[in-house]
């Protein structure tokens, strides 16, 4: 395992250096600047603020300082939100993105794989298309139709949970159902797919011949090996959770990261979003890593050398 | 591969026969429907947030416009993108897969290697920066050059290309997939061996027959180009105003909802359009696939 990760560490070095460089560049190319307004700055007082904030200069020493400023850890300030670091607001609000994060990766695997499997060992029968159709259903209606139906519903109708904010358990709840539906209908097919297969195969038959329950044959054998593919689907549903967070933290108000993410492009706070992309691609990276870590040690087949 | 007469059996069951009635009915209201409304209906009228009537059959909204109008609006945009979206997908990850699959060894290596990073990568983050830093300089350019259709419609325009440019994916996986299996075939062998050239055993004789699988997968990408889009109008940085797009209409409809006044009509009308079209396009999508692939 440790020699996987070294061996990957340049390529993923590389990617994390594109993703620096294709930021950076792309918020440039975006027409206005971060101190536009309505009324014309003086030159002066204009100059002094690109000076503060290293916007200064040509290009190409704009952008070699600040691949040495990221690469020291220091995502610099923030054009918005004067005096005040990007690191500052990641600070506060990442740890809010990622526990909702957290908690809806793992409602949807968990409520994926339980569905997958629940299908899957009811092949065809009434319950096997429910399950299927919800599925289809999860993973067809989207997230920010989900999150205002809920609001409506358990929110404003019934009154049960709160319609919004972050930090009691309760508000946790809809947030965190909602970012986990769609993909937890995803895994659930992956899950039932890949089961019916491995429910075929010839270990799984003479686990079956030796007497064995159908409870252990499914839940000891087959699974184990049938999750494989859900396995490989962790890494994207990594990436398309924090994506859906910016949705799931507007719909439901939630101060995190996602917010300051649609702003940043709205205001030009280019080092702002620049923070939050190379945060976000950063976690990611590392994420993919330690997946396909586990990936050789789930399945003694696969020798993961590359 | 796709046996000739299969499609008609999907079309059998009624399930299908349901999600192809409600893809025709969106489909023809979107085409003609805005044009049979009164004049009077496509501007900002007195009636602020009617509730459901005759007249006005999906209620009003903040400025007296007829929701089911502007629904119908929006189903126009959304359907021209997540389609000409596809079509943009369908072109690049069939033309990746294909000389990835053929190249094989280490070019196929390299190039699903890259594939497999940027699925792990927040694509659509990019895309949203992409947009907004090329929507300007592209309608500068399209003024410059005097092309009024392009200065109105720019932002759908980059929304097609960027949105095909992060849906090939999935397309390409499966193109390289079935080339890999078909090139050992002894057809194709015998293409090469005849002497013929590599792009024409690539045109004349395994894009053919990769066709049927990629036309099913097409069904599956345009639904998830209209998600991504709408997720972008959600957020206020995809279609921009007057226009509106499913995911425009259901901004306003999740900002109606609060505990002072619910206009629920602004949020359910919209929800249940574009749902129903997905459902429709996801299920025969999977049927098609179902029946092309029945290992699956």
């Known amino acids: 395992m440790l020699k996987l990760i070294v061996r990957r560490l340049p390529a993923l070095i590389f990617v994390l250096f594109c993703v620096v460089t294709l930021t950076f560049f792309l918020i440039r190319l975006a027409p206005g600047g971060p101190f536009d307004r309505e009324r014309k700055i003086p030159p002066a007082i204009e100059a002094q603020l690109l000076a503060k904030y290293k916007l200064d200069g040509p290009l190409w020493t704009q952008f070699t300082g600040y691949l040495a400023d990221v690469a020291r850890g220091d995502l610099r300030l923030s054009t918005k939100y004067r005096n005040r670091s990007v690191n500052e607001i ?52 989207p997230m920010f139709v989900i999150g205002p139906v809920l609001v409506l519903v358990f929110g404003l109708w019934l009154k049960w949970l709160p319609v919004g904010g972050w930090g009691s358990p309760a508000q946790i709840i809809l947030p965190s159902i909602t970012l986990a539906l769609p993909f937890a209908a995803v895994i659930a097919r992956l899950m039932r797919t890949s089961l019916l297969e491995v429910l075929n195969q010839d270990f799984v038959r ?58 940043s492009i709205l205001n030009r706070d280019g080092f702002l979003l620049g923070g939050v992309v190379i ?3 950063a976690l990611l990276i590392v994420f993919n890593l330690l997946v396909d870590a586990s990936y050789a040690l789930l399945d003694r087949r696969i020798r993961v050398d590359a | 591969m796709l046996e000739p007469g299969s499609a008609a059996r999907i079309l059998r069951r009624p399930a299908a026969k349901v999600c192809l009635g409600i893809l025709i009915v969106v489909a023809a209201a979107a085409a003609i429907g805005p044009e049979l409304f009164p004049a009077s209906y496509r501007e900002p009228g007195p009636l602020q947030y009617s509730p459901p009537t005759w007249q006005h059959p999906f209620g009003t909204d903040l400025n007296g416009r007829d929701v089911l109008y502007r629904v119908l609006l929006g189903a126009r945009i959304s359907l021209v993108v997540g389609l000409a979206g596809a079509a943009v997908s369908l072109f690049l990850g069939t033309a990746y897969g294909l000389i990835a699959g053929y190249a094989g060894g280490k070019v196929d290596n390299f190039m699903m290697r890259l594939v497999d990073i940027m699925y792990s990568v927040p694509r659509l983050i990019f895309i949203l920066i992409f947009i907004n830093a090329f929507d300007g300089h592209l309608r500068d350019f399209a003024s410059r050059m005097d092309w009024p259709w392009l200065v109105s419609y720019s932002r759908i325009v980059i929304l097609i290309v960027t949105l095909g440019l992060i849906e090939w994916l999935t397309m390409a996986r499966i193109v ?121």
């Not at chain 1, 994926?112 to 096997?128: N, Q």
């Open chain 2, 176 to 296: 390289r997939g079935q080339v890999l299996a078909l090139k050992e075939r002894p057809f194709v062998q015998a293409a090469r061996v005849l002497g013929q050239s590599h792009s024409k055993i690539v045109l004349r004789h395994l894009l053919p027959n990769i066709l049927p699988i990629v036309i099913v997968y097409l069904t599956l990408t345009v639904p998830a180009v209209i998600l991504d889009e709408s997720f972008l109008s959600f957020l206020g940085l995809g279609i921009q105003p007057p226009q509106a797009s499913w995911g425009s209409l259901l901004a306003e409809g999740a900002q109606s909802i609060n505990p002072l006044k619910i206009y629920w009509w602004l949020l359910l009308f919209p929800a249940a359009t574009m749902s129903a079209t997905l459902l429709a396009l996801n299920y025969l999508g999977d049927r098609l696939r179902d029946t092309l692939d029945p290992r699956r």
């Open chain 1, 90 to 141: 990641l600070g506060q609000t990442l740890p809010v993105t990622f526990a909702l994060g957290g908690i809806a990766f793992v409602l949807a695997t968990v409520g994926g794989i339980w569905l997958g499997t629940f299908a899957a060992v009811r092949r065809d029968t009434a319950a096997d298309r429910l399950a299927m159709g919800a599925a289809l259903l999860g993973l067809s209606i």
């Open chain 1, 279 to 281: 945060v976000y691609c």
């Open chain 1, 206 to 263: 003479t686990a079956k011949a030796k007497g064995l329950p159908d409870r252990s044959v499914v839940y000891k054998h087959a699974l184990r090996v049938a999750i494989l593919p859900v396995v490989t689907y962790l890494g994207p549903l990594a990436a398309h959770l924090l994506t859906g967070s910016i949705v799931v933290e507007t719909v439901f108000n939630i101060p995190g990261a996602g917010g300051f993410f649609v702003h």
